[in-house]
């Protein structure tokens, strides 16, 4: 069977609907820490193996990867101390439930000094899995495309669309792409030691993106920069989210700014068989409501 972290997550969600349409349900098991959620029910409804799962408790995650040959773990959104110790914790429960291949969604250029998740999470994940001795697959993700629409409403409302990085280019990709990715290397016999960099085939400016939205969805869209420093102020304020975890971004919006980003490739093709959707094929699909 194959496991899926995070099942209420978007990113969980996301990869478990491709799997789902694969007809691959009998041979799925998800992981939750609530599996009295709609959505959990809603799969077990369709077959699929619904098990509490979470990473800050190793029995529970020993007994969720019972009878697993394949995992994907999928970070939770905890502070990063707490989120390398859950990514170890996870692994260790998979070396003693005898799960043979790892599946782990990191970031794009994870050996960055910068970011802090890399440098405290993924990049120290990777090198886990890596001395693990099991067979493993890591997913270094672009920036997810949809960050740019958790507050369209207001940006097409203000003509506004508010962001830190300047005018960098950086590469994005839909997190919907990326679940179509994350299921067939689940699904498929996936050979072990492969690191793939999912990105959209070409990068993109803020200030074009703000051009594509004026396009897409009829109204006039300019770019607005914020200095990377003013980020999670600006993020807690308008967004409501922690000051604590906003900080965190702080050294992403800065490498974004010194061009650590732009960077395309064609692992996604690789895997999937055709490219990422471009930036007007995703903010076409938000305006279509197929996003």
């Not at 960055?112 to 990777?126: F, G, M």
């Not at 203000?158 to 962001?163: A, C, N, Y």
Request: proline share 3%; hydrophobic share 45%.
């Amino acid at each position: 069977m194959i496991f899926v972290s995070g099942a209420n997550g978007q990113f969980g969600r996301a990869v478990i609907k491709s799997i789902l349409a694969a007809g691959q349900a009998g041979s799925l098991a998800v992981g939750t820490r609530n599996v009295d959620s709609d959505f959990a029910r809603e799969l077990a409804a369709q077959g699929v193996s619904v098990r509490h799962a979470d990473f800050g408790d190793p029995a529970s995650m020993r007994g969720a990867l019972q009878g697993i040959a394949k995992a994907l773990f999928i970070p939770t959104y905890d502070t990063n101390d707490v989120r390398l110790r859950q990514n170890t914790t996870a692994l260790e429960a998979a070396r003693a439930a005898g799960v043979r291949h790892v599946v782990y969604p990191s970031f794009l250029n994870a050996e960055s000094p910068q970011v802090e998740h890399s440098r405290l999470v993924h990049l120290p994940t990777e090198q886990a899995i890596r001395a693990s001795g099991l067979g493993f697959t890591i997913l270094r993700h672009a920036l997810y495309a949809d960050v740019l629409i958790g507050d369209l409403e207001e940006t097409l409302a203000t003509g506004v669309l508010t962001r830190a990085g300047g005018e960098a280019r950086c590469a994005y990709v839909a997190r919907a792409d990326l679940g179509i990715s994350a299921a067939q290397v689940l699904m498929r016999d996936e050979p072990s030691g492969r690191t793939y960099s999912e990105t959209m085939e070409r990068t993109y400016s803020m200030g074009e993106i703000a051009a594509l939205m004026s396009e897409v969805f009829g109204k006039p869209v300019r770019y607005q920069a914020v200095a990377a420093a003013d980020w999670p102020y600006y993020v807690n304020k308008k967004w409501g989210m922690p000051l604590e975890l906003s900080m965190s971004m702080v050294g992403t919006m800065l490498a974004i700014e010194a061009g650590e980003f732009d960077r395309v490739t064609a692992d996604y093709r690789e895997i999937t068989g055709r490219p990422a959707r471009t930036m007007r094929e995703f903010l076409e699909s938000v305006r279509d409501g197929s996003a």
